[in-house]
């Protein structure tokens, strides 16, 4: 797992931390095929909300996995 060894580059290896991190970003990888199938094929399989959340859900996971990654 690449972050585990980001962690403990930074000496911030947790077992528990990089669990989580790692659900986490695999939760977001689910969430662009999601948000690959709304936006591409037939139109409107997605309400113009649900995108955005998507979206911003995304965005999210990036912004924090940065944070980790500088932060440490």
């Known amino acids: 797992m690449k972050i585990n060894y980001l962690l403990a580059r930074y000496g911030a290896h947790q077992n528990s931390f990089a669990e989580f991190v790692d659900a986490d970003m695999q939760d977001v990888m689910k969430l662009f095929r999601v948000f690959n199938e709304g936006t591409h094929g037939s139109a409107?399989?997605?309400?113009?909300?649900?995108?955005?959340?998507?979206?911003?859900?995304?965005?999210?996971?990036?912004?924090?996995?940065?944070?980790?990654?500088?932060?440490?």
């Open 44 to 72: 409107g399989k997605f309400s113009l909300n649900s995108l955005r959340s998507i979206k911003a859900r995304v965005e999210g996971a990036i912004r924090f996995l940065s944070t980790v990654i500088r932060g440490i």
